[in-house]
């Protein structure tokens, strides 16, 4: 019987296989209440246990650090990132993982790398433990939930070892308190003590994305993270949350705090030399009696738009107001490229790849 994704288990490694689909969609834009905040993860050949969990942290790290402050309750007010501002964050994360008293240290330190870009490395016997556990913490708080679920993309063609290393890896992971591991994509061969678990889609029909918010700012008094409770006995088929309006508005030349996929591509085009002179969420304006457009992504010089559609730009009604959209962009000059957030999360390499094209295109057709 197929499950919701909001019944997966989060102490276990399990491989998702969706109903009437081949590959799993992530639920990354329209989570109803109950689901966790999930990260996707593309999981790489050739690496060993220690390895592959160093490099899930790692990726989960930076996504940490860049949805930062949406994590740390009264952190939005502080400014600047002197001393002063250093020791502000410090104590707004010791107060805020008063329910995690183990997790203090770790928190303070995340947060003062956050604000100032700052490496840090923690050399405790139980440093990886407690970091696991922290990321998967404020991840989740970032989006309002209790707990986080790496969502891995496992590659076709490992070999027994390598699937092996990568099951283990999972398997150490959910051993973390409130961080599950699902994998998805290519069927375990080798490993045979991974439960299949069949979901029903996710995609919910009329649920505006971006419908996760980011954590409400908080009193600096208050705990952000509280001791979590027992978890509620699963429904067995629960209702789609309602309708509601975004959250927090995203921040011009960052991506949105409560986007997965624009997190996801933006860690990506990071290390791409080809991708710089990018902003994120833009408003383009040519006049002042024009309706604003914003913008996913922009390539100002370039003069090239990049969209990412939710299941939400499928309905008619969203259908004609984006060829609207792209057709003023395109009379001004302006090229428009659109991926869905279902092609995004799935194959990446291949998206970045149209993007490099894209942008090859036409770069230097509006320079000098």
């Known amino acids: 019987m197929a499950q919701s994704w909001a019944e997966l288990p989060t102490r276990r490694v399990v491989w998702v296989r969706e109903k009437n689909s081949a590959t799993a ?15 996707p993860y593309t999981a790489s050949r050739g690496r060993a246990v ?13 996504a940490v650090v860049g949805l930062f402050p949406a994590w740390l309750p009264g952190a939005e ?41 700052a490496a840090f490395r923690d050399r405790r016997p139980d440093a990886a433990e407690v970091r696991a556990e922290g990321l998967a913490l404020v991840f989740a708080a970032s989006f309002r939930r209790s707990r986080t679920a790496l969502l891995v993309q496992v590659p076709g063609g ?32 080798a490993v045979d003590r991974i439960r299949t678990v069949t979901v029903r889609p996710a995609v919910l029909p009329g649920l505006p994305a971006r419908a996760v918010r980011p ?11 509280p001791a979590r409770p027992a978890p509620p006995a699963p429904s067995p088929d629960p209702e789609p949350a309602p309708s509601r309006p975004a959250g927090s508005p995203a ?23 080809w991708a710089e002179g990018r ?35 499928r309905r008619p009604d969203r259908l004609a107001e984006d060829r609207s959209r792209d057709a003023r962009l395109r009379e001004d000059g302006y090229a428009v490229l659109r991926f869905s957030n279902e092609r995004v999360m799935a194959d990446m390499p291949a998206v970045l790849r149209e993007l ?3 942008l090859k295109a036409h770069r230097g057709t509006y320079e000098g």
């Open 25 to 39: 969609e992530v639920p990354a834009d329209a989570l109803p209440e109950g689901f966790p905040a999930i990260f």
């Open 50 to 62: 220690g390895e592959t969990v160093a490099d899930m942290l790692h990726e989960l790290e930076r």
């Open 77 to 117: 007010e502080i400014d600047g990132s002197g001393g002063t501002a250093v020791a502000a964050v410090r104590e707004l994360a010791r107060r805020a993982a008063s329910g995690h008293r183990h997790l203090a240290s770790f928190l303070a330190e995340l947060a003062v790398r956050s604000l100032t870009g």
């Open 158 to 189: 490992l070999s027994p070892a390598e699937e092996e290393a990568l099951v283990a890896a999972g398997e150490w992971l959910v051993q973390r308190d409130g961080l599950g591991v699902w994998f998805t994509g290519a069927a375990p061969v």
């Open 215 to 225: 954590a409400h700012p908080a009193r600096p008094s208050q705990t952000a993270y």
């Open 251 to 273: 921040t011009a030349g960052r991506p949105h705090p409560a986007s997965l996929v624009e997190s996801a591509l933006e860690r990506a085009l990071s290390s791409q030399v």
């Open 279 to 313: 902003a994120w969420n833009q408003t383009y304006q040519p006049h002042p009696l024009a309706n604003p457009i914003r913008v996913d992504l922009l390539w100002r010089t370039e003069r090239c738009v990049v969209e990412l559609d939710g299941p939400e730009h």
């Open 356 to 358: 490099k094209r894209f």
